[in-house]
């Protein structure tokens, strides 16, 4: 984004509008499988079983730039432990949207007031075939006033990203990782001293690909 727009309304902008390669994303950041050269798919299977959550994307604008915040999740959860994460969950029976969902999530995890976001839109849904989920990403600004603190029974840490970084030519790469005994090639942002994979990576890149970055052909690592 350049230094003379208003970074907030670029974001509004962006993420108004549908993303027509949403599905080729989103599948793009799926680790592919280097023995059957397959990768899980990002959309259930017609009537296939799944649970509805929803995360929340929050944006910081800062002197810097616009940063994502996220979240590093303890080792101890049922879900995705250990990864590097957005606030959010599955949907509750108290919940009265997805959005409220993703807001109570983001209130019990990071300890940010729903009347300090400012939701902006949200972005396609994504479904995680390990858990089930099909989640709906909400992107929010966050005040000045907004100052998170961690539940440490479910959040280790939490860093911002700013969207230059992420958008640099040096942040995304294609490293290999065993699993189970077999090779996956996995689409990473190695950004802030972490390494963001999998649905946190491909959300990233459906809201970066809005604002007009492309993944250049990354080295594997």
């Known amino acids: 984004m350049g230094h ?4 907030a309304a ?16 989103y599948e793009s950041f799926s680790p592919l499988d280097l023995c059957t050269g397959k990768r899980r798919p990002r959309a259930p299977e017609p009537g296939a079983d799944f649970r509805r959550a929803a995360v929340l994307m ?9 940063c994502i915040v996220y979240t590093l999740r303890t080792d101890g959860l049922r879900d995705h432990a250990g ?9 509750e029976a108290e919940d009265e949207s997805l959005l409220d969902t993703a ?10 007031r729903p009347d300090l976001v ?17 989640v709906r990403p909400f992107v929010g600004l966050l005040t000045r006033e907004a100052e998170l603190v961690l539940a440490p029974e479910e959040v280790e840490k939490i860093f911002s990203v ?5 958008m640099s030519p040096n942040a995304f790469r294609r490293v290999v990782w065993e699993r189970e005994g077999r090779p996956y090639e996995v689409p990473i942002f190695a950004v ?27 080295t594997r690592t």
């Open 4 to 7: 003379n727009e208003d970074p």
């Open 118 to 134: 400012e939701v902006i839109g949200e972005l396609e849904e994504m479904y995680i075939p390990p858990s089930r989920f099909l």
């Open 103 to 112: 807001l109570r999530e983001a209130e019990e995890e990071v300890d940010l």
């Open 192 to 218: 802030g001293g972490h390494e963001v994979w999998g649905a946190t990576a491909a959300m990233t890149a459906a809201l970066l690909a809005r604002l007009g970055w492309e993944p250049v052909d990354a």
């Open 162 to 166: 700013s969207l230059e970084e992420l």
């Open 83 to 91: 990864q590097v994460s957005f606030p959010g969950g599955s949907l």
């Open 58 to 66: 929050p944006i910081v604008l800062a002197p810097e730039g616009a």
């Open 10 to 25: 670029r974001l509004k902008e962006a993420v108004a509008k549908p993303l027509a390669s949403w599905r080729e994303v």
